[in-house]
């Protein structure tokens, strides 16, 4: 893994809820291009941008409808071939969405698939024959139902993972594999820099399985991409693998075997969640949480690189999930430091860095997300409409979706025509008012990465958990016997300031005005010994 990658601060845009340009309510690459100002003010060095290509919006824009193009809602490519090179020239590399797992229904591989059992594209496709009249076994897709839809005309099934407007590739079939790495080549050879790789570990289906992910011929697919197309060009990729063990994630991105470069790890996103429901809420385990973290330092030793995340387009705000209402500044700060004190490449969600909230949706009706509509529709008949919009409030994924909030204006900023979803803000919580401000999220954001980016023992020192209660944690970084300690209360109490720290370290940054012995409610800080 090259160095560049390893000091990745990934900034992610959710293109339909960044910018509007030209007031349609849909964000686009020209706002984007108008805010690379601000992106290089916070000091990330890489954008990760959701798919902005041609697509029907089932699931917006996860159901791509052509590879090679962009919609037009965002602009042309011209737009974009615009943004990649300003984001170069400030020293900002683009990381693309490879959305391979499954097409839009509206691409023209599955019309012509669709057409007839012995169109030369059918086998782009997983088509299966009725089993006793019915679906050929019970997977489940994503968003509520069966997996598997039956296609009239030709009288097969039809799999698909999440909507039913979006069936999965067969990748089983070489040519499948073939356009799939010269697409890729055809963003490489532009200038991208590299891709975050949605639901990868589906791509090979173990058709065995409960669940058809990590089939049999993952490891020998992604490796012949990256043969063909991702190691020539030196890319960065980035899996999006649920419910991988350490061990399975470095099989898949050790630099001998040549599959992805690293994979995002999710475990403590999921606590917080009665079983893992997304729309049930308990309290988080914090010494878990801890817990769960220094796991994956230790487990990716020294051959692997972490992925450092807690939001993104299909999580709430880490604020409303971990963090603390009545301490907002203190508890989002202090999310930032346990988080980004760790190894690994730092992936910020637009937004985050204003310690942004869950906004409060008050009726069904605003909802726009697939996911939160159809598990709306399923839970409709075992709960009362108010508790379903709290449990809405919650989970859904809408919460991370609505429009950026750049100043108090209308629609705060975001767009100055009618706004796709509609949201409320609060006007102390916008990039102008951070920006503003003696004190804010944003200038916290701003100081611990310039801190952090210029320290090497921060961005390679090795990792070891010195104490975790479940309300201050201390861990400790080194290199070549230079230390960091970053102690943190995770707490709406004082405490004692744990003796793990040294008595004659030098505290390099702190969430509250002065350092005293005692660390306060959400206080983090981050000491040099
Ligand atoms: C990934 C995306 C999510 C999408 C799903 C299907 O999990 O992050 O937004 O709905 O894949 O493409």
């Excluded at 309510?25 to 060095?45: A, M």
């Excluded at 994979?263 to 385990?285: A, P, Y």
């Excluded at 990039?431 to 003696?438: H, L, W």
């Amino acid at each position: 893994m090259q160095n560049w990658q390893k000091e990745t601060v990934l900034y992610q845009i959710y293109p339909k809820s960044f910018c509007d340009s030209d007031g349609d309510g849909i964000g686009d690459i020209r706002g984007i291009i108008s805010k690379v100002p601000y992106l290089k003010s916070l000091g990330i060095n890489a954008v990760w941008l959701s798919p902005c290509y041609p697509s029907p919006n089932d699931d917006n824009g996860y159901d791509i409808s052509d590879y090679r193009g962009i919609a037009p809602e965002y602009g042309t490519l011209d737009d974009f071939k615009e943004l990649l090179d300003l984001l170069h020239r400030s020293g900002i590399r683009l990381l693309l969405d490879l959305v391979v797992n499954h097409t839009s229904d509206e691409h023209e591989w599955f019309r012509e698939s669709r057409k007839s059992r012995d169109n030369p594209y059918r086998d782009y496709y997983i088509w299966r024959d009725p089993v006793d009249g019915h679906e050929p076994n019970g997977w489940r897709a994503g968003f509520g139902g069966s997996a598997w839809e039956f296609d009239e005309q030709t009288g097969q099934y039809y799999l698909h993972l999440y909507s039913r407007k979006q069936p999965d590739l067969n990748w089983d079939n070489p040519k499948v594999r073939e356009e799939i790495a010269d697409m890729i080549n055809y963003w490489l050879d532009m200038g991208v820099d590299g891709f975050r790789c949605d639901v990868i570990n589906s791509i090979s289906k173990d058709f065995t399985a409960e669940w058809p992910g990590m089939g049999p011929h993952l490891h020998e697919y992604l490796h012949e991409l990256h043969v063909k197309a991702l190691g020539p060009h030196g890319a960065l990729t980035i899996g999006e693998t649920w419910g991988l063990t350490p061990a399975q994630a470095l099989l898949m991105t050790s630099e001998e075997r040549g599959e992805l470069t690293t994979t995002f790890q999710f475990e403590h996103l999921l606590l917080g969640r009665v079983g893992g429901d997304k729309f049930k809420k308990c309290d988080v385990d914090r010494k878990e949480f801890m817990d769960i973290l220094a796991k994956w330092q230790y487990g990716l030793k020294d051959e692997g690189w972490p992925v450092l995340v807690m939001e993104n387009h299909d999580q709430p705000r880490a604020l409303s999930r971990f963090g603390d209402a009545r301490f907002p500044y203190e508890s989002a700060t202090m999310l930032a430091t346990l988080l980004y004190g760790l190894r690994g490449i730092a992936v910020i969600f637009e937004g985050q860095e204003l310690g942004l909230e869950n906004p409060v949706f008050k009726k069904l009706s605003d909802y726009r997300d697939i996911e939160t509509l159809n598990a709306y529709r399923e839970m409709e008949k075992d709960y009362d409409p108010e508790t379903l919009l709290e449990m809405m409030n919650f989970g859904s994924r809408d919460n991370s979706r609505v429009g950026m909030p750049w100043n108090g204006g209308k629609h705060a900023g975001f767009t100055s025509g009618t706004p796709w979803i509609d949201f409320g803000f609060d006007p102390e919580r916008t990039v102008e008012a951070e920006e503003k401000a003696e004190r804010s999220v944003l200038k916290f954001y701003r100081e611990f990465l310039a801190l952090r980016q210029n320290d090497n023992v921060l961005l390679y020192g090795g990792f070891e958990l010195l104490k975790n209660d479940g309300d201050t944690m201390v861990y400790r970084r080194s290199k070549d016997g230079d230390s960091r300690y970053i102690a943190v209360r995770f707490s709406d109490a004082p405490a004692p300031l744990p003796q793990e720290v040294p008595l004659n370290a030098e505290c390099i940054i702190c969430n509250y005005s002065d350092v005293t012995d005692t660390l306060r409610p959400f206080e983090a800080r981050i000491y040099k010994a």
